[in-house]
T-cell receptor
Framework: KQEVTQIPAALSVPEGENLVLNCSFT??????LQWFRQDPGKGLTSLLL?????REQTSGRLNASLDKSSGRSTLYIAASQPGDSATYLC???????????????FGEGTQLTVNP | KAGVTQTPRYLIKTRGQQVTLSCSPI?????VSWYQQTPGQGLQFLFE???????NKGNFPGRFSGRQFSNSRSEMNVSTLELGDSALYLC????????????FGSGTRLTVV
């Protein structure tokens, strides 16, 4: 059974700092890994999707990497801003997604606060 | 293009009642999944529908059910509501191949009193 862990559970940083959020998963047989952002009481906004054949994806100030062999993914946020304050979740898509549908396994999330 | 639309946004129900939530996926997406989010359990998978067929099911009691229509819109139903069913219910759609990942709706906040 896939288990996804995110460290740290909470992070508070001053504006402008670069930071790294960590995600680890126990079963390396994943199809892809997706990072989401969730604002309080809202739905999930997809940030980055990394296919299992890729090692990283970039979007603006965000960069996500994936190392299947070690069961790890990281989300790097450059030059953080107060508007980045939210909960960040990673989710693993199982390898079986290719043919028989999918159920995402989510981590518990990292609650990020960027202070002005 | 329009995103995933969930209705209603908020619901308050009494224990023992039943409730139906609706989800309209992104146009062209045939896969719709449902998740329950609570502070204690995080995000948990309920079920997935693809082309009107339930393709996957999570570990929830039979009080939780769903269906998908020919236009890919999906509904989930919870019967005999319990206080513990209070949660944010999220719907996600994908193109079926998952190359584009999942797109989530804004959710329905259900409160059972």
């Amino acid at each position: 059974k896939q288990e996804v862990t995110q460290i740290p559970a909470a992070l508070s940083v001053p504006e402008g700092e670069n930071l790294v959020l960590n995600c680890s998963f126990t079963d390396s047989a994943i199809y892809n890994l997706q990072w989401f952002r969730q604002d309080p009481g809202k739905g999930l906004t997809s940030l980055l999707l990394i296919q299992s054949s890729q090692r990283e994806q970039t979007s603006g100030r965000l960069n996500a990497s994936l190392d299947k062999s070690s069961g790890r993914s990281t989300l790097y946020i450059a030059a953080s801003q107060p508007g980045d304050s939210a909960t960040y979740l990673c989710a693993a898509h199982p390898e079986t997604s290719r043919t028989s549908g999918s159920r995402l396994t989510f981590g518990e999330g990292t609650q990020l606060t960027v202070n002005p | 293009k329009a995103g995933v639309t969930q209705t209603p946004r908020y619901l308050i129900k009494t224990r023992g009642q039943q409730v139906t939530l609706s989800c309209s996926p992104i146009s062209g997406h045939r896969s719709v999944s449902w998740y329950q989010q609570t502070p204690g359990q995080g995000l948990q998978f309920l079920f997935e529908y693809f082309s009107e067929t339930q393709r996957n099911k999570g570990n929830f009691p039979g009080r939780f059910s769903g269906r998908q229509f020919s236009n890919s819109r999906s509904e989930m139903n919870v019967s005999t509501l319990e206080l513990g069913d209070s949660a944010l219910y999220l719907c996600a759609s994908s193109g079926g191949t998952l190359h584009g990942g999942y797109t989530f709706g804004s959710g329905t906040r259900l409160t059972v009193v």
